[in-house]
């Protein structure tokens, strides 16, 4: 895998449309940075939907798994907390 590009938010505001582009045609999500922290990235929205998806699967996953256990309840935000961890 090739490695993202990283920009700061004012790089791409100048050129916002081909940061899309690439997004869209060649598949190449663009990290952004402000302030020298990385903050947000552009992705395609075919990526978008395959992570939302992935993380609907580990949400049921992870719930399945807790009812399986009988173990003591857990609140949603933990389950949430937990599964946008192993995302990342």
């Known amino acids: 895998m090739t490695q993202m590009p990283i920009e700061s938010i004012r790089d791409v505001r100048a050129h916002l449309a081909e940061v899309v582009e690439r ?16 903050v947000a990235a552009v992705v395609s ?3 978008l939907r395959k992570y939302q998806q992935w993380e609907e699967r580990e949400i049921n996953r992870i719930i399945d798994e807790r009812m399986a256990n009988r173990s003591p309840g857990v609140p949603i935000e933990d389950v949430m907390k937990e599964t946008l961890a192993r995302g990342e």
């Open 23 to 38: 997004a869209d045609r060649d598949d190449q999500p663009t990290v952004i940075t402000r302030r020298g922290k990385q």
């Open 45 to 47: 929205i075919d990526v």
